[in-house]
């Protein structure tokens, strides 16, 4: 099979007329390793090999995009191509190929991730962890990386979701309102112990004015199938179970 033209292309392919009229696009990979701009004649059985060849380019150069939409760990981007439904074989020559070419790197990334969490979630130390985890970072690589987040920084990213909460708690206090903020601090991946340092500077007993407004929009509630004596023990029991308590 005779080449009777070749042209560069704006994607950096080039563009293979035949003489058959056909014309076929190939990377300059391709192009480099079967030495095209020098031969002129090739058979079937070579050109069967060298698109089979030019595939795992098209790979390549999907996982160099995937990886410039967004910083990915080994696992997160083996992940994508996958579903993608490449071939195995293909997904793996272009991993082995971004990791020997340093697009891939699961120390930078795990860096990268836990200081991006740090500074834009309320995310703490053990559910960064999970998460860089489950991305298919090695334990090793995150025990040694998640040192950054320090007690201190801990300690403060505590306080301010503890102030964000009793700001917009309107429902709850006492005990109530404590579990259930050292509940959503052990979720968010705070370690228990230093979130007891904190929370014990902080004043849960002061709740009149919620508990107020609780008890006018229970009584309301309730008045519609309550009344007297019943009404009011409904009332309370319900307070109570929100850890607050009204006198009148």
């Known amino acids: 099979m005779k080449i009777l033209k070749y042209k560069q292309t704006s994607n950096g392919r080039y563009k293979i007329e035949l003489e058959n009229f056909k014309e076929i696009e190939l990377y300059e990979?391709?192009?480099?390793?079967?030495?095209?701009?020098?031969?002129?004649?090739?058979?079937?059985?070579?050109?069967?090999?060298?698109?089979?060849?030019?595939?795992?380019?098209?790979?390549?150069?999907?996982?160099?995009?995937?990886?410039?939409?967004r910083f990915r760990s080994t696992k997160d981007l083996k992940d994508a191509?996958?579903?993608?439904?490449?071939?195995?074989?293909l997904v793996n020559f272009v991993i082995d190929k971004l990791l020997s070419q340093g697009y891939l790197d699961d120390f930078s990334f795990s860096k990268s991730y836990i200081n991006n969490q740090m500074l834009t979630s309320s995310k703490g130390p053990v559910k960064i962890m999970n998460d860089l985890l489950s991305k298919g970072i090695s334990s090793d690589i995150v025990n040694n990386e998640i040192k950054v987040f320090t007690e201190t920084l801990q300690?403060?990213?505590?306080?301010?979701?503890?102030?964000?909460?009793?700001?917009?708690?309107?429902?709850?206090?006492?005990?109530?309102?404590?579990?259930?903020?050292?509940?959503?601090?052990?979720?968010?991946?705070?370690?228990?112990?230093?979130?007891?340092?904190?929370?014990?500077?902080?004043?849960?007993?002061?709740n009149d004015d919620i508990a107020r407004k609780e008890y006018d929009k229970l009584y309301k509630k309730y008045s519609r199938k309550y009344s007297g004596k019943e009404l009011e023990l409904v009332v309370r029991r319900k307070l109570y179970q929100k850890g607050l308590s009204y006198e009148e």
């Open 29 to 69: 990979e391709t192009i480099l390793k079967y030495e095209l701009l020098l031969k002129k004649n090739f058979d079937d059985s070579l050109m069967n090999e060298i698109l089979e060849y030019d595939k795992r380019w098209d790979v390549y150069y999907v996982g160099l995009k995937l990886l410039k939409s």
């Open 81 to 89: 191509l996958i579903k993608k439904e490449y071939p195995l074989e």
């Open 155 to 206: 300690v403060e990213k505590i306080n301010k979701i503890i102030k964000t909460a009793l700001k917009s708690n309107r429902t709850r206090g006492g005990v109530v309102l404590k579990n259930k903020i050292i509940n959503d601090l052990i979720v968010a991946g705070y370690d228990l112990a230093v979130i007891n340092k904190v929370i014990v500077e902080y004043d849960f007993s002061s």
